[in-house]
C-alpha cells in the first residue's frame, strides 16, 4: 500500500461487483453503523471491497433514512488471488472464547472454518449468520481482500467421510505417543488444522482421527492449550 492510502475511512465488504462509475447497495445494518453510530453524512468517503473486484475509495449516498448506497470512485488495491487454503476445523466452544478464536484466526489468514460436533463439545448450538458477520468484520479490520468461508457444522464422523485426503489434516492429539511436535513440521501448500473440545476427543475420536491415512497426529508441547488457544498456535506455526 502507498503511504497515501486512505487507512482511516470506513471498510466494508460488499458483495456485488464493484467498478470505476458503478453504485453498489449497502445493507442495512451498514447504513445503520455509518448513519447512526460513525455519524457520516452524504458525500463522506469509504473503502468498499471484494476478492473479486479488489478494493475501491467510494462516496457515500443516503437516498432514505434508512437506506445507504456507495458511488464507486478509483481503485485502491487490485484483486488478489487466494492460493493457499488454511482450513480450521474446531469444536464449538463457549461464546466469548469463540468471537476471539473466530476473529483472531481470520487475522491470521484462515480460509475456511469448519465447525465440528464431537461427543464432548459443550456448545452445540452454532449461530451460524452471527458467525458470518463475526468473520467478515475481522476481514473489514485486518484488510483481508477476501472472506473465510464458514462451512455447515456437521458430526465429526461426517466430516471424516466428506474430507478431501489430498489435502493433510494436522490433528492436535495430545497425550499421543506417536504425534509428531507440530513446530518441527514444515508445511507447502494447502492444510487443515484440527483441534478438539474444551474436555479433549474421547478415544473412539482419536481411533477414527488416526486410523485415516492424510491425518497426521500433532503434538503442541508440553502444556495441555485451551480450545482457542491451540486453533490460533497451530495456524501461527502452520501459516
Known amino acids: 500500500m502507498t503511504s497515501d492510502y486512505p ?12 467498478a470505476e462509475s458503478s453504485e453498489a447497495i449497502l445493507t442495512d445494518a451498514q447504513a445503520h453503523y455509518l448513519k447512526n453510530v460513525m455519524r457520516l453524512e452524504d458525500g463522506a468517503g469509504v473503502r468498499v471491497f471484494n476478492a473479486e473486484s479488489g478494493e475501491w475509495l467510494a462516496g457515500l449516498m443516503f437516498p432514505s433514512k434508512k437506506a445507504a448506497s456507495v458511488s464507486i470512485g478509483k481503485l485502491l488495491r487490485a484483486a488478489e488471488e487466494t492460493s493457499v487454503r488454511r482450513h480450521l476445523v474446531f469444536s464449538p466452544i463457549k461464546k466469548d472464547r469463540m ?3 473466530i476473529e483472531k484466526a481470520v487475522e491470521m489468514g484462515a480460509t475456511d472454518f469448519h465447525p465440528v460436533l464431537m461427543r464432548r463439545s459443550v456448545v452445540r448450538d452454532i449461530k451460524s449468520e452471527r458467525m458470518e458477520a463475526q468473520i467478515i468484520e475481522a476481514a473489514e479490520q485486518c484488510e483481508r481482500m477476501d472472506i473465510p468461508v464458514l462451512h455447515s457444522p456437521v458430526s465429526l ?4 467421510q466428506q474430507y478431501d485426503g489430498t489435502i493433510p489434516l494436522f490433528a492436535a492429539i495430545e497425550r ?6 507440530l513446530s518441527s ?4 501448500g494447502d492444510f487443515a488444522f484440527l483441534v478438539g473440545p474444551e474436555g479433549g476427543f474421547d478415544r473412539e475420536e482419536i481411533e477414527l482421527l488416526t486410523a485415516q491415512k492424510f491425518t497426521r497426529p500433532v503434538s503442541l508441547g508440553p502444556r495441555i492449550l485451551r480450545a482457542e488457544t491451540a486453533a490460533l498456535y497451530g495456524l501461527a506455526k502452520l501459516v
Open 157 to 160: 464422523e461426517k466430516f471424516m
Open 185 to 188: 513440521l514444515a508445511v507447502d
Open 176 to 181: 499421543d505417543e506417536n504425534a509428531a511436535l
Open 7 to 18: 487507512h482511516h475511512l470506513p471498510r466494508l465488504y460488499v458483495a456485488q461487483p464493484l
Open 99 to 101: 468471537d476471539w478464536m
